[in-house]
Structure formats: structure tokens, C-alpha cells
């Protein structure tokens, strides 16, 4: 058994950390309310967006306007070349945050090998970013700093790099990985065909629609709306991402903090036991002293 002074010193020991994850806690719980709250309020941008794009490739793909052909709605069965951005924290200590979008993006590459298509990742975040070169997995682009502190400029520069390959035939598809805030105590994996922009399963045409299809040579106001399409969706899942990242540390430094409590009183209990033999052997040798005088 450990000496009295070793148990007190590992108590000391737990403590110290137990204030360390209580801290940490209150301040992922502060961060994440900022977060939250700037995720709620893009989503509901995002969701209208992406609304707006489905209808309008459900009308490209269902009746074929003419004059309105564009690359970024033309699907193929088997792409040759995919383009896979994946959004990882720049910190640990938040659970399975982030290797729950390794898992996903390592599940992604396993299929796509499967099917003989090569894949080019781009990664956002120190985590994953060194989890795949660890692995010896070469990353067409890296991002640092931007997860933790995300902006819609940083979002568009790395959203252009990868449209602009798929613009000029480089790739034929691109997928966005990220883990995404659901609520205070969990996260949501999100796996989004950027593009192209595929028909929609399920959707039905309402005939309460006011969008109308019209040839444009130039396609100007298409392309202008992809522009935002794109650009805003990486927006969104960098702030996304943010928000869960938080959830996660909160939950996982409150897990730690409660095993620290658990661990404190586990060790002061086999404190007061060790200190209690240790008086009663003294006691025992006072006796055993005092019989062998008389």
C-alpha cells in the first residue's frame, strides 16, 4: 500500500486538475454560447440557400431548360477524381469531436478506393490535418487557425481553391466533411455533395412555385448565386464545426471533472484507511513495548 504522504500527494495532484477542467469548462461553456448563437442565425441563411438550389436543380434535371446547362448540376456515376474538405479543431481535449471526422473521411476514401476513384483531401484544423500526415496521406491544401476563428473571407479562399479545380475538369466532385453543433450535449456528423449539385431525391415540384426557368446566354445570375452557394456553405460549416467543438470540451471536461470528484474521494478514502493502520500498528507496538518491560 502507498505511504500516507504519497495518497496525500496524489490527491493534491487530482485537485489541482479538477480545478483546471472546472475552469476549462466555464470557458468552452462561454465560448460555446457566442458560437451557438452565430450558427442558429446562419442556418437559417444556409437552409434557404441550399432550398433555392434544390429547386432550381430539380427544374434543370426535370425539364431541361434549355440554355441552362451548367457543369456544377451535370453529375456522372463514378467520378474519377473527388476533392474531400474535412473540418477539424485546432485543440484536443473535446471527446471523439474530431475523430469522429476522421472516421468519416477515412469511411469516404475506403469507398472511393473501392470503386478505383483517386481522392485529394483538403483539411481544416490541426487535428485532422496531423492525423492524415501522420498516416502519410499527402493534403492538396492545409488550413491552421481557422477553425478555431473562422471567417467568411478564410471560408471563401478555401472553397474557391477546390471550385476552381472542379471548374477547370481537375475534379469531379467535391465533399465537405465537418462535425456540427446539434445541442448542448451532442454533435451531429454532416457529409455535404458540394458539388455538382444533384437532383434532389424526393422533391416535388409545388405549384405554388414563382421560380421560372429562362435561357440566359451569359448564365450570370446562376453563377453569381453558385458564388454564395458555395462560399457559404464552407462559411457555415467552419461556425458549425466552432460550436460543436465547444459542446464537445464542455461535455468532456464536465465528464472529467465529475471522474476527478470520483477519484478525490476514492483516494481519501484509502487515505483515512491507510492512517487509521498506521495508528493502530503504533498502538500495537506501544503495547507490545510496554508487556515486554514488565
Known amino acids: ?12 495532484s487530482v485537485e489541482n486538475t479538477k480545478k483546471t477542467t472546472r475552469a476549462m469548462k466555464l ?5 460555446l454560447n457566442r458560437a451557438k448563437t452565430a450558427a442558429q442565425q446562419s442556418r437559417v441563411y444556409a437552409q434557404k440557400i441550399n432550398e433555392v438550389l434544390s429547386e432550381i436543380s430539380f427544374k434543370l434535371h426535370q ?11 451535370e453529375t456522372t456515376q463514378t467520378p474519377a477524381k473527388v476533392d474531400i474538405i474535412f473540418v477539424t ?21 475506403s469507398e472511393y478506393k473501392e470503386q478505383k476513384v483517386k481522392i485529394r483531401l483538403r483539411g481544416v484544423g490541426k487535428k485532422g490535418i496531423a492525423y492524415f500526415k501522420f498516416l502519410d496521406y499527402e493534403l492538396q491544401a492545409e488550413y491552421v487557425g481557422v477553425s478555431s476563428s473562422p471567417t467568411y473571407k478564410k471560408a471563401q479562399e478555401i472553397i474557391t481553391e477546390a471550385i476552381d479545380d472542379f471548374i477547370n475538369g481537375v475534379t469531379d466532385k ?4 465537418h462535425n456540427g453543433y446539434k445541442n448542448m450535449i451532442s454533435q451531429e456528423l454532416k457529409i455535404n455533395d458540394i458539388v455538382p449539385v444533384e437532383e434532389p431525391v424526393g422533391y416535388e415540384n409545388t405549384s405554388d412555385s414563382l421560380m421560372e ?7 450570370s445570375i446562376l453563377e453569381s448565386l453558385m458564388k454564395k452557394y458555395f462560399e457559404y456553405n464552407m462559411y457555415y460549416a467552419l461556425i458549425d464545426s466552432l460550436a460543436a467543438e465547444h459542446s464537445a470540451r464542455m461535455q468532456a471536461m464536465e465528464n472529467a471533472t465529475k471522474n476527478a470528484s470520483e ?19 503504533e498502538l500495537i507496538e506501544i503495547i507490545s513495548g510496554v508487556e515486554s518491560m514488565k
Not at 470557458?27 to 465560448?31: E, H, R, Y
Not at 425539364?63 to 448540376?73: I, L
Not at 479543431?89 to 476514401?109: E, S, W
Not at 426557368?213 to 448564365?219: A, G, I, S, V, Y
Request: proline share 1%; charged share 25%; with cysteine.
Open 1 to 12: 500500500m502507498a505511504s500516507l504522504k504519497e495518497i496525500k500527494r496524489k490527491i493534491k
Open 63 to 73: 425539364f431541361r431548360v434549355e440554355g441552362t446547362q451548367s457543369s456544377f448540376f
Open 213 to 219: 426557368m429562362e435561357p440566359e446566354e451569359d448564365m
Open 89 to 109: 479543431a485546432d485543440k484536443g481535449l473535446c471527446g471523439g469531436f474530431n475523430i469522429q471526422t476522421i472516421k468519416a473521411v477515412k469511411q469516404l476514401i
Open 174 to 177: 467535391v465533399i465537405l466533411v
Open 27 to 31: 470557458v468552452s461553456t462561454a465560448k
Open 263 to 281: 477519484r478525490v474521494a476514492l483516494l481519501t478514502l484509502a487515505y483515512n484507511k491507510a492512517r487509521q493502520e498506521a495508528i493502530t500498528t
